[in-house]
């Protein structure tokens, strides 16, 4: 048999044993057959084992670095999806009303799945490992953070990340971490086989967020970590989230990049423009009151880039004293992974003074334009736009334009003339309610809707905050939220799901004798007043709705809606609505009104999108292609979280924590639920 090293000795056997040249032709597909098959094998076997995901596996919080959530697995597909039923319960016990704890729970956890062992962390950043074939308990990890802390956020956290140690042999402690930030703001390294601190990363396992970047004494609470952090190239990127509305000189919204093995830091970045001249700072020399990246961090390894995306500028709704600190805010960023250094960034909303945040993960996509496969980045944002981005440049791979937008905000306000609007795809939510359009179940719930709208400044999307209150529509829980978006890499279908609920948006001058007291939106039980320390204002705000004795949106519906956007051409392929709301059951028509919805979806090779996300408490399956809904399956609480798949001992479970949402209000609890085919 030939092999590779003895290529160069070829010719001379030849020549030396004169062979004729029918036996050198044979003897040279003899050698071409084999050399080229083993390299064909050796190629094949190099990109098997160079890939990061197996086909049974859900390593991250999006699957992928790139929060495709997508899964090759077919075993549940369109036919049988209609035979699902629960294979297993797991019950965390950590849960808060706000009575054994300050804060209130949201249990929006998304699990991972690697090397064989299902990995969750609760609302109380406990980390629990668990057989992912029965649901039974394998290790657990308790941070104890500090639940008498008020925690701006609520108690969250929405998942876990997991490195490979290359440098460590199989067996060895702390080959495999299990990364995970927490509300109290450390960083956490731990044996993902035992559930230990790593001793060599930071101190003692730890690494300590909020020194260092302006967290107030008086209130600890404001600086949270709620996302999973990025993994790119040994490293361990972070970012925070950070109380809205609270001061000017809010803790820094500084994103961090550590090394995964040691906990060092390895670069810094504060989200300021290129020559601006520091103001307030930190103790550690960070500019205050900055955006912020609250949600997930996407990494796309091969590329070396890393794409943020960023929160308002604080406080939300005056910027008045943000001096150009509002350059990165509400934009998705793309850092050099190596370094922290910028590439290129797009900004979704000028001078946001709207709550619009860039809410959900980058996700990182393949656009097929003009017979190409171009790189792209999938952006969502509050506002019901979705930008297409090249991935490389930022440059919109659909078009965008620049349009004027309403003027005139409050003294001291420096708006933007325009506002960035993509042509393409159109806008996935509505965008203006007028009073005529006004919903109620009553004609008294119409005319108070209709009352309301009609108070408040309604010039169209982007309309200013104001003294006399202003409608701000979708609002900041409208549009695609940090929900996100699923990625149907098949069909070229990026899948999501929206909300449409109306804000009462106002600015109260802080020298009003009776602030405190003198308002005429206090009946509504959504009413907020937020002091905004260093501005001229408080804020106040409510959702327009009515409360009593069921929850009805004032705005026409349906309040929330699955949609499918063909890549190919940008137009919407299907929308059907997601969900309904629980006290409205008795009414026929509600089937189709939606819901109003937090958690996201994932899409499988068998053609199904799952979510749940509603406030009705189920989980569904729907026919990827059509949007038609296959199937629902029941939960024991609400289920505002996005699920996974996996395959566990030859069998494909999905999953997803139903622990509910005291702000929608959902029903709560502390389930991790596992649905199987029998």
Known sequence: MFHPENLRMLPQRVSTKRINNRYLFLALIIFLTTFMGDNESAIAQKKKTSSPISTSEWPAYGRDSGGSRYSPLTQINRENAKNLKIAWTYRTGDLSDGQNARSSSAFQCTPIMVDGTLYLVTPFNRVIALDPATGRERWTYDPKIDLKRGYHNQLNSRGLST??????????????????????????????????????????????????????????GEYQVTSPPAIIKEMVIVGSAIGDNSRVTAASGLVRAYDARTGKLRWSWDPIPPDFKKSAMSEDGYQLGTANVWSIISADEERDLVFLPTGNTSPDYYGGERRGLDYYASSVVALRGSTGKVVWHFQTVHHDVWDYDVPAQPALITVRRNGRDLPAVAVATKVGHLFVLNRETGKPIFPVEERPVPQGGVAGEQLSATQPIPILPRALAPQTLKPEEAFGLTDEDRKACREQIAALRNDGLFTPPSLQGTLVYPGDVGGMNWSGMSFDRQHGLLITNTNRLPRAVGLVPRDEPNYKTDFKWRSNPSFELAPQEGTPYLMRREILLRAFPRIVPCNPPPWGTLVAIDLANGQVKWEVPLGTMPELSDIPESAKWGSINLGGSIVTAGRLVFIAAARDNLLRAFNVETGEELWRGELPAGGQATPMTYQAGGKQFVVIAAGGHGRLPTKRGDYVVAFALP
């Open 163 to 220: 490195w490979l140690d290359p440098q460590r042999r199989e067996g060895q402690a702390c080959r495999r971490r299990i990364l995970m930030g927490t509300n109290d703001a450390r960083l956490i390294a731990l044996d993902a086989a035992t559930g230990k601190p790593c001793k060599d990363f930071g101190q003692g396992g730890q690494v300590d967020l909020a020194r260092g970047v302006g967290v107030s004494q008086r209130s600890p």
